[in-house]
């Protein structure tokens, strides 16, 4: 197994990138800028590239007069970049999962906005107004759990 660490969002940018499609090294400096909203060095792009390509996992393609490099994904490349998303999809789920709450009267998440209000004294998490209308109802006589 290969063992490249991936350090920084800028190289597994990089890779997703060449999943995408073959670039050359000036394409793939100038979509990591669009990205990071600064400029991008050649040495932050091109010790990696050939990091890769010592690694088996993108070969180099000559096209043109000039004979352009153009990096490509060998289909180890792609096995190793689908390795490195599940982790990181991982560790962006976990991120992401603390700041999701769940409706106190319908139990769907709710990432960003929602609604809250104070029922019986204590705080509650909705989805919408309409779902604290009918917990309110629901509740008008009776104690409400805090599960």
């Given amino acids: 197994m290969v063992n490249i660490k991936i350090t920084s969002l800028l190289k597994l940018y ?6 995408k499609k073959p670039m050359h090294g000036y394409e793939i400096i100038k979509e990591l800028e669009k990205c990071a909203i ?10 990696f590239l050939a990091l890769l390509k010592k690694n088996n ?3 180099l393609n000559n096209l043109g007069n000039r ?8 289909s180890e490349g792609r096995k190793f970049v689908n390795e490195m998303l599940n982790k990181f999809s991982i560790m962006v789920d976990a991120g992401v999962r603390r700041k999701v709450k769940k409706c106190a009267h319908c139990d769907c998440q ?5 609604y ?3 029922i019986n004294g204590k705080m509650f998490n909705f989805c919408c107004m309409h779902c604290a209308k009918s917990l309110k109802k629901l509740t008008k006589n ?3 759990s805090t599960v």
Wanted: no cysteine; glycine share 6%; aromatic share 8%.
């Fill in 14 to 19: 990089t890779l997703i990138l060449l999943s």
């Fill in 67 to 74: 004979e352009k490099k153009q990096y490509a994904l060998t």
């Fill in 38 to 47: 600064q400029k991008i060095s050649a040495s932050h792009v091109y010790p």
């Fill in 116 to 118: 809250k209000e104070k």
């Fill in 110 to 114: 709710i990432y960003e906005g929602g």
């Fill in 57 to 59: 996992l993108i070969i």
């Fill in 142 to 144: 009776s104690v409400i």
